[in-house]
């Protein structure tokens, strides 16, 4: 870890998932203004391509700009401090004591855990560094090297206590305090599946659904959607108010389970560790 490192590839992958976002809005903005025209069938052909050029522009500048600060970026541990770099034009150089490093965080969403990456979370009093996606190897390399470089560092500032005499003449065969353990993890808690529906089915799976449904049905236009479907139901059941709890149940169930499906992925694995010194 002491010479420069690169971010994981499946860095670039995150990039171009970034620059899908980042269209998203700009997107609405041309759909809401194309509404009529896609609704009706006669949006002018060029009109279309302009706006899908557009959009491919805003996506192509923003994946370039992220992908080439991705590949610039670089991180090590050098001096007792961990450096990092990243920036495109302008250069930005971040370092942090190893010895003010309070905690060192891993966080594998499931894209990342298909490919073997993490993201990292390096934390000191009131600053932290992020690294968005490096190899779980490299991870764990940089935890195992800063923690037990803390340790060198607390058995040197121990190992002499201003005002304490010494022994003169020295004695020749004095005993070497032994080295500090290399930290170890010891599993507290891991989250099985029985426990993981529960809590997924108790923290708000619906929210997340209607969260997500209410934002598409408000750039589709949620007038048309709402009509064409009450009209289905109510041709199937005959009755408007029996219809409309009908839909709403229906709604609610799959919204529901969806919601809490999400919920279990993000938590997939979910473990609890603490350090401890063998």
Do not use: C
Not at 168 to 189: G, V
Not at 221 to 237: A, C, D, R, T
């Amino acid at each position: 870890m002491y010479n420069p490192q690169k971010l994981h590839p499946v860095a670039y992958a995150g990039s171009v998932v970034k620059g899908i976002k980042t269209t998203f809005f700009p997107a609405i903005i041309i759909f809401f203004n194309m509404r009529e025209e896609l609704f009706s069938g006669s949006i002018n052909p060029w009109m279309l391509f302009g706006g899908i050029g557009i959009l491919a522009l805003i996506f192509i500048v923003f994946t370039g700009f992220d992908m080439l600060n991705i590949y610039r970026t670089r991180f090590w541990l050098e001096n007792n401090k961990f450096v990092f770099k990243n920036g495109i034009f302008t250069r930005n150089e971040k370092e942090l004591d190893i010895k003010r490093i309070q905690s060192i965080d891993f966080n594998q969403p499931f894209f990342h855990r298909i490919f073997g990456a993490v993201q990292l979370d390096i934390l000191t009093p009131g600053d932290g560094i992020k690294i968005d996606t490096i190899k779980k190897s490299q991870g764990e390399d940089i935890q195992k090297v800063i923690y037990e470089t803390q340790q060198d560092i607390e058995s040197e500032e121990t190992a002499v206590n201003i005002g304490d005499a010494s022994v003169w003449p020295k004695e020749q065969n004095t005993e070497i305090t032994p080295k500090t353990a290399a930290r170890e993890f010891a599993t507290l808690k891991k989250m099985n599946f029985k426990e993981l529906i529960l809590m997924a089915m108790t923290s708000g799976g619906l929210g997340v659904f209607a969260a997500i449904f209410f934002g598409v049905l408000n750039v589709v236009g949620g007038e048309i959607l709402i009509e064409n479907y009450f009209e289905y139901v109510s041709g199937i059941v005959r009755s408007l108010i029996f219809s409309i709890v009908i839909a709403s149940m229906v709604f609610v169930i799959i919204g529901y389970v969806i919601g809490t499906v999400i919920i279990m992925v993000r938590n997939y694995d979910y473990t609890l560790k603490k350090a401890v010194r063998i």
